[in-house]
C-alpha cells in the first residue's frame, strides 16, 4: 500500500508496527478538515493492511500531540457546518476504536480537545510527563463535538468527566493517570520507545486474537453483563478453531516460543 499521499500525516511502517504522526507542529498538530480525511483514509488502509499488526499514533514536535481542533477553520462555522465537522470527526473517532489492530496513543504534549477525544479512542494512552490533558471547549462557547461527552465518562466516571467538561480545566499526566485516562507516563525522551516495546509485545501475538479481545471488551461494556458473556464464549469458539490456537498452545507445551501466522 502507498502510503507517501499524505501533507497533514506522516507514515512509518516496521517490523509489523505502524507509527503515524500529525504532522503540523507549527499549529501545534491542529485539527482541520484535511488532517481528520486523511487520519480516516489511513486508518482505513491499515485496518486491511496484513503487515500491519499495531497502531502508535502520536503528534510531531516536543510541545504536542493534538492541541484542539482549528478554530480559524471553525469560527465562521453554521449550524450546518458544525453538524458536518462534528460528524466527520466522530466518523474517524470510531474508525479509530474499531480498528482491528491495537492502537496506542503516544501521547507527548498537549492533548486538548479533539486531541483528548482521539487519545481516548485509541485503546490505550502512553503520555509524556510534559503530556497536558483536557476538555476546553466550554471556554469557547461549545462542547466537545467528537465523542469527549460519551467516551470520557466511560473511562473516568460520570463525575469526573462532567468536573473537566464543564470547567474545561486541564490536568497533567500524573493526574490523568491518577483518574485512569492514561496507563503509564514516562520521561518526554523514552516515550517513543516504551510505546513501540509495547506495540512489539502486541504484534508479537495473533493477530486474529487481539482482534477478538479487543472486540469483546468494546463491545462488552455496551450490553449487559450475560450479553458480554455470549460475546466472549462465541469468540473463544471461533479461536479454538484457528492454527493460532493449535500453534499456541503447542508451542506452550513444547516450551517454545510462538510463531502465530494470522490464520
Given at each position: 500500500m502507498d502510503y507517501n499521499t499524505y501533507e497533514t500525516i506522516s507514515f512509518e511502517k516496521s517490523d509489523g508496527i505502524a507509527t503515524l504522526t500529525i504532522d503540523r507542529p507549527e499549529v501545534l498538530n491542529a485539527l482541520n478538515s484535511d488532517v481528520i480525511r486523511e487520519l480516516t483514509d489511513v486508518f482505513i488502509r491499515i485496518s486491511i493492511d496484513e503487515e500491519v499488526r499495531a497502531v502508535i499514533l502520536t503528534g510531531a514536535g516536543p510541545k504536542a500531540f493534538v492541541a484542539g481542533a482549528d478554530i480559524s477553520e471553525m469560527v465562521n462555522y453554521s449550524a450546518a457546518d458544525g453538524v458536518r465537522f462534528a460528524s466527520n470527526g466522530q466518523g474517524l473517532l470510531n474508525i479509530i476504536e474499531s480498528c482491528p489492530k491495537p492502537v496506542i496513543a503516544a501521547v507527548n504534549g498537549f492533548a486538548l480537545g479533539g486531541g483528548m477525544e482521539i487519545a481516548m479512542a485509541c485503546d490505550f494512552i502512553y503520555a509524556s510527563e510534559k503530556a497536558k490533558f483536557g476538555q476546553p471547549e466550554i471556554n469557547l462557547g461549545i462542547n466537545p463535538g467528537f465523542g469527549g461527552t460519551q467516551r470520557?465518562?466511560?473511562?473516568?466516571?460520570?463525575?469526573?468527566?462532567?468536573?473537566?467538561?464543564?470547567?474545561?480545566?486541564?490536568?497533567?499526566?500524573?493526574?490523568?493517570?491518577?483518574?485512569?485516562?492514561?496507563?503509564?507516563?514516562?520521561?518526554?525522551?523514552?516515550?517513543?520507545?516504551?510505546?513501540?516495546?509495547?506495540?512489539?509485545?502486541m504484534a508479537s501475538k495473533g493477530s486474529i486474537a487481539l482482534r477478538l479481545c479487543k472486540e469483546c471488551v468494546d463491545q462488552g461494556l455496551n450490553v449487559d453483563l450475560q450479553s458480554g458473556l455470549v460475546i466472549e464464549r462465541n469468540a473463544f469458539g471461533i479461536l479454538c478453531a484457528t492454527e493460532d490456537k493449535k500453534e499456541g498452545m503447542s508451542a506452550f507445551l513444547e516450551k517454545r516460543t510462538p510463531n502465530f501466522s494470522g490464520k
Open positions: 470520557l465518562p466511560r473511562i473516568v466516571g460520570k463525575s469526573m468527566a462532567k468536573e473537566l467538561v464543564l470547567t474545561g480545566k486541564i490536568i497533567d499526566a500524573a493526574e490523568a493517570m491518577r483518574i485512569g485516562l492514561v496507563n503509564k507516563v514516562f520521561e518526554p525522551d523514552a516515550l517513543m520507545d516504551q510505546a513501540k516495546k509495547t506495540a512489539a509485545k
